[in-house]
Structures are given as structure tokens and as C-alpha cells.
């Protein structure tokens, strides 16, 4: 089946974002030692404050099992820190430790600042446009079953 020009297009422009998302990806993890997912998860747990591994994980858009992989790195690192609910033994939650807050409040942002400053110039309603027409291809693609963690990562896939 022959794809239409358009279709090409959008292809074309998709690959160009996933390259600049890598490229930024890469330039965030030399920059602070961490990878996009670990920031995402790290400024979850700072803006969620303490916190279960699923609502990190809904909080990220991430499996379970890839927030504890990261949750697991970040406490390596000794920027978390876990401990067994009181109440419930069975339940598992994460806070920042002192290093964690330094850390999370000094981290560059997860796009390029260029795209941060010239979104943040267009009026409300060309954001909402540009949002839902990103969520549209997202659910073309079925990308919105997929975990966000993969295209965002540098490295190996366990980081």
C-alpha cells in the first residue's frame, strides 16, 4: 500500500522529534548523571512527596517494574530513600533524601529550552491544539499502550 505524501510527512517529522528527544536525552544525562526516566521519577517522588511505586507509576506514565528498576538506581545513588508503610507492611514508599532534594531542584528542563520558550510564547488555545493533536498520533500509533521509558532513555535499557 502506497503511503500518501502526507503520511510521509508526518513520518519524517516523527523521526525528527525522536532524534531531538535522543539528542536531549544524551546532553540531560551529561549534564546530571541521570537518565530522563530517573529524572522523571525523581521529580515525581519530589513533587508527590512520599510516595507508593504506583503512583509513580501513573504519575510517569511508566510500568511498575521499570519504577522500581529506577527507584532502585536512584537509591544507589542516594538520591531516595524507601520504607515499609507503617499501616500497611505490604506497602512500599519513597521520599527524597537530602541529595535528592539538591539534586531535583537544580535539574535542566526535559526539552530543549527552545522549545520551552517559543511553546510557552504560542496563546493557550495553539498549545491545546499542538497537545491534542500530539495525544492523536500518540493513539494512531498506539503509543499510549506503550511504556514511556524506552524512547526516552540513553544507555542500556536497565538504567
Known amino acids: 500500500m502506497m503511503q500518501s505524501a502526507q503520511s510521509l510527512q508526518v513520518v519524517k517529522a516523527i523521526r525528527k522529534i525522536v532524534r531531538a528527544i535522543d539528542l536531549r536525552s544524551k546532553e540531560v544525562s551529561r549534564l546530571t548523571g541521570l537518565t530522563i526516566p530517573q529524572i522523571v521519577v525523581l521529580q515525581g517522588v519530589r513533587d508527590l512527596g512520599e510516595v507508593t511505586t504506583k503512583a509513580l507509576s501513573d504519575n510517569a506514565d511508566l510500568s511498575s517494574a521499570t519504577v522500581v528498576t529506577i527507584l532502585d538506581k536512584l537509591e544507589e545513588k542516594g538520591l531516595i530513600e524507601r520504607y515499609r508503610s507503617v499501616s500497611d507492611r505490604r506497602i512500599v514508599h519513597a521520599k527524597l533524601t537530602g541529595r535528592g532534594r539538591e539534586i531535583s531542584s537544580n ?3 526535559l526539552l530543549h529550552e527552545e522549545f520551552e520558550r517559543k ?6 488555545g495553539d498549545r491545546d491544539q499542538l497537545v491534542i493533536a500530539i495525544e492523536q498520533i500518540a493513539e494512531m ?8 521509558a524506552p524512547i526516552l532513555m540513553t544507555g542500556k535499557a536497565s538504567d
Open 119 to 124: 511553546f510557552a510564547g504560542l496563546d493557550a
Open 141 to 148: 500509533m498506539n503509543a499510549h499502550k506503550l511504556d514511556a
Open 107 to 109: 535539574l535542566p528542563g
